[in-house]
């Protein structure tokens, strides 16, 4: 099946700064997501992007299907940006298949 | 924006009871599914439902979990005999499409198994 690996596996950043995360997929793309798994356990869908580059806020995303991998930019990070980001890739038809995701801390 | 929504938030059940979570996917949307997180891993798609029938599974949909839409708005996930290692976050989505659509994520059940 299709494998997806996310790094850094942990990030910890002082309020303000910027980050990237990574998403490396196997397969070629249809449908690439990303999420955002707050304290609570909510999983916030940030942005639909099987190809191109999206922004919303201080978050967006760039996927490069012919290369494989996908970049979630967040920029001047909040303590409320903290908790686990998910990229997400359908197998098939419809199975979503998760990376084990990136914990991000900001500190204040 | 429409969402998904689930209840209960947290379930406790006791080990060998069944149990019902329920979900109201987004109005217009055709694809149901249910996945499942065991705390601090990652989530993993239990079932996809469409057209009133099981279009996929994974290993860990064995028979004692089903899935059902007993009417127009309503889908719900019964697991016959809880065990222990079913304590898990349940999250059912739903999407227009398949392919070319986004899945919309409901916020969750926590169900704990005693």
């Known amino acids: 099946g299709i494998q997806v690996e996310q790094s850094p596996p942990d990030l910890i950043l002082q309020e303000g700064a910027n980050s990237t995360l990574r998403c490396n997929f196997s397969?070629?793309?249809?449908?690439l997501q990303w999420f955002h798994q707050n304290p609570w356990g909510q999983l916030i869908n940030l942005f639909y992007i099987p190809s191109g580059t999206k922004q919303n806020g201080r978050l967006s995303a760039t996927t490069v299907a012919t290369e494989r991998y996908s970049l979630l930019y967040i920029s001047s990070s909040q303590t409320t940006d903290s908790g686990v980001y998910f990229c997400a890739l359908i197998q098939g038809a419809q199975k979503l298949v998760f990376g084990q995701g990136t914990r991000l801390t900001i500190n204040p | 924006e429409p969402e998904v929504t689930q209840t209960p938030s947290h379930q406790v059940t006791q080990m060998g009871q069944e149990v019902i979570l329920r979900c109201v996917p987004i109005?217009?949307?055709?694809?149901f599914y249910w996945y499942r997180q065991i705390l601090g891993q990652k989530v993993e798609f239990l079932v996809s439902f469409y057209n009133n029938e099981i279009s996929e599974k994974s290993e860990i949909f064995d028979d004692q979990f089903s899935v059902e839409r007993p009417d127009g708005s309503n889908f719900t996930l019964k697991i016959r005999s809880t065990k222990l290692e079913d304590s898990a976050m349940y999250f059912c989505a739903s999407s227009a499409g398949t392919l070319y659509q986004p899945q919309h994520f409901g916020d969750g059940t926590r169900l704990s198994i005693l």
């Open positions: 397969d070629s793309v249809n449908n």
């Open positions: 109005s217009n949307h055709l694809y």
